[in-house]
C-alpha cells in the first residue's frame, strides 16, 4: 500500500525560481502548498501543476511581512507533517544601501531574513524526520553589489540565519541549507528602482553572462533543491550553495587570446 504524500511548502512559489521549484518537486510526487502575494497567479500555477503532474496543489495569499497571518499557514497544513520548506519569497532595491531610507531597508529585512525566520518558527514541531528546509538567498550575499546594497546586506544575513538553523534543528531531525543563486530570467519580481512598479523586460540584456555562457534559469536552481531536500543529501547541512554559472568563481583574464 502507499504510504501519504509528502508535503512541500514554498514561499514566493508563484513565479521565478520558487515556482520553477514548485513544478520540479511536483515531478518528484510531493503535495505542494505554495505562498505568494498574487491571489490570480496563485491560484492559476498551483492549477497548472496539479494539472500536469496529478499531485494537490493549493495557494494561500500571504505577505512574508505580515507576522501576524503566519498562523494561518499552519492552520492550511492542518494535521500534515511537512516534508520540505523552501523559502524563496523575497524583494529588494536597485539603490546604493547609503541612500536606502531606513524604512525601505526595514521592509527588505523584514521580507528576506525576518520572514524565513517566522517561517520555520511557524512550522517547527510540524516537520516531518527527517524533513529539509532550503532557504533561496543570493550570489549577492557571497560579495555584495553596490547596486543592490540593502539586498546583498539582507542575503548575506540570510547566509548565517541558515547556519545558525542548520545548527538549532539538527537534534531534530531537519536539515537546512541555503542556495544562492546567480542572475537569473527573467528576474526577481520584486527587485525594482525607487518608484518603480514593474520590472523592465529589457534588464537581462544588461546582464554580463557568467563563464558558463549563458544567463541561469529557474529549472538550475530548481535541480539543486530537489537534491538538497532528497536523501542523496542527508550529509549535508548548513552548506551554502553557488548556483551562478561560474560568476563568482573568480576574474576570467579578459586579455585572452589577444
Known sequence: MQ???RLAVISGGTSGIGLATA???????????????DEERGRRAAS??????GVQARFLVHHSEDF????????????????????????????WVIDTPVDVFEHILR?????????????????????????VSSDAAIRGEQAIGAYSVSKAALNMLGKMLALDLAGEGVRVN?????DTLPGMRYLLPPGAAERDPDDARKWPLPPRGRLGEGRDTAELIAFLVSSRADFIVGASILVDGGSRAGAPDA???I
Open 111 to 135: 521580507v528576506n531574513l525576518a520572514g524565513p525566520l517566522k517561517l520555520v518558527q511557524t512550522l517547527r514541531g510540524r516537520f516531518s524526520q527527517p524533513a529539509a528546509v532550503v532557504l
Open 255 to 257: 586579455g585572452r587570446g
Open 68 to 95: 501576524d497571518h503566519y498562523a494561518v499557514i499552519a492552520e492550511r497544513v492542518g494535521e500534515r507533517t511537512v516534508d520540505v520548506l523552501v523559502a524563496s519569497a523575497g524583494t529588494g532595491r536597485q539603490e
Open 48 to 53: 497548472e501543476i496539479a494539472a500536469t503532474s
Open 23 to 37: 513544478a520540479r518537486l511536483a515531478q518528484d510526487g510531493f503535495d505542494l502548498l505554495l505562498l505568494g502575494r
Open 3 to 5: 504510504g501519504p504524500k
Open 178 to 182: 541555503v542556495v544562492c543563486p546567480g
